[in-house]
């Protein structure tokens, strides 16, 4: 049964990067790549959508915002503007102190001790 | 996809891998068991991969005010993330978290309750 | 010199570092405003950095390479044992947390050495108990249980360079 799940998600993975890469037309590269880790956050999402508990979904949530980072770094190049560097390391800041934030909380104290 | 130069074309190498171990850390978190193994897997892949489209950019675009900005980033991001990583392991295993059926030994948990009792 | 004032220049020193590598603008109001908020940073949150005295040595440096460059060894090797696992279909897992005996004594070199533990094969560091230096440990792949062999298996790696470099 595991092994018949892992080969329908080889299935769909497979199937997404022929799309991505091989299908879609006249995309500039930068995009097909950005789309790959848009791909990645759908993940994330089914994560946080299931998660059996509260912990799951922050552990989630917290990787979403170091992947954006990333996705803020291609977006820099694909459109030669530096500042999106700048918004990747405000994002990541901002991840930080909220994962911080919610772990004192999961934890049941308060926020300034 | 013409005419790159070759820093270029390193720089895209480097940023691919980074995406391939992405996409490997977000498999950890929908296929790993319990919330720590998933934060095993999620945070170093994630973080790594995140660190090489970074690095990638850097070398893409050479000594410029967008490759520093990039340097500065991965610093960042290798610092904090593993601290964020084990603030939410401890808040979970506070909060009484189970941890998967296949766990072997909990020693946490042994010298916990050892001590609540010594009270 | 006083520790605090020396802790507020090095901040200063390194907040305008940053300032002028982020914007790259080498104008006069541009390196005024650097200038400006270094400053504000240097005397409200300055006196945080440096907590104790410590000599400068040559001998540091060197270990700190050393350092970073078995640090990115050691990142990539956890990498690929991260990526087996994940693409394994029957998911070779055996998890557990374990204890692991530490012999350093600073909160920097107790901050870095569960930074990279948690950034090396296989183990997330989840608390630290100072008291008895005694750091626990989740292992996604269990290999001995007895807190001697664990301290060899998952701590040795970095312990003796960083006591190198911090104490």
Redesign the interface.
Known sequence: MRVFRWFIGLLIIGGFFFINFFVLPDIPFNYKLINVLLFCSLFILIRVVKGPSVADRIVAIDILGILIIGICAILAIALDRSYFIDIGIAWGLQSFIGAMALAKFLEGRSLDA | MHDLSINQIIGYVIICGGILFDLFGVLGLVRLPDVYNRLQAATKSVTFGSAGILIGVFVYSGFTALGFKALFCTIFILLTSPVSAHAIAKAAHKAGIKLTDKTVIDLYQQDKSESEESK | MKIETKSRIVVFILSLL?WI????VFSIPSLVTGLVIALITAIFAGEMLIITERKFLLKRVWFTIEYLFKFTWE??K??FH??Y???H???P???????VKTKLKSDSAL?ML??SI??TP??????I?EKNQVL?V?W?D?KA?DIEETTEDVGGRFEKLLEEIFE
Do not use: Q, R, W
């Open positions: 940053v590598l982020i914007t790259m990142l990539i956890a990498n991260v990526a696992i994940v693409l279909p029957l998911l897992i055996k998890p557990g947390i374990v204890k901050t569960a930074n948690t950034l296989g183990t997330l560091t989840v608390d108990d626990y989740h996604i269990v249980t």
